[in-house]
């Protein structure tokens, strides 16, 4: 079985989604933390949108670099989503961990992607990453077919 096979992504796609991650992981406001993350998200349609974190001196208000990239993807009418790239570390550093999606950014990923299909890349470069699903980190979450909603 080859690479897109297993996930439905083209490795040229994975790629250019880390890249531009690491790229978005530039534009971190990161004050608090000194953590930058940055994402990239794919439309199904093969759209890219790119997102920071950017902290708040209130911590609450604070938005993670995910949901940055869904909610800018979101505002300009997009729902439906392929995959996201997240890299993430210590400001000022080469990314040299992996940074995962928080609850909370998993909770708005269960929102607006199916979990089962959806591909989640946590990536310190183009060549070392892993890939997931959305479904195998976040298990039985609750989405909007609890609610009556859309799926």
């Known amino acids: 079985m080859d690479e897109k096979s297993r996930s439905g992504l083209e490795p040229e796609i994975k790629v250019t989604m880390i890249k531009m991650a690491l790229e978005a992981r530039k534009n971190s406001y990161s004050p608090y933390s000194h953590f930058q993350v940055g994402a990239c998200l794919l439309t199904k349609e093969g759209r890219l949108y790119t997102g920071c974190n950017i902290e708040n001196a209130a911590y609450g208000p604070t938005n993670c670099a995910e949901r940055t990239a869904f909610f ?80």
Do not use: H, W
């Open 72 to 151: 800018k993807a979101v505002s300009e009418g997009e729902r439906d989503f392929a995959g996201i790239a997240i890299v993430g570390d210590k400001e000022g550093t080469v990314v040299d961990n992996y940074a995962f999606p928080c609850g909370v950014c998993r909770q708005v990923m269960t929102e607006f992607t199916d979990p089962e299909t959806f591909v989640i890349l946590v990536a310190k470069s183009e060549k070392d990453y892993l890939e997931t699903t959305l479904a195998a980190l976040l298990p039985n979450a609750f989405g909007p077919e609890m609610k009556g909603g859309n799926k």
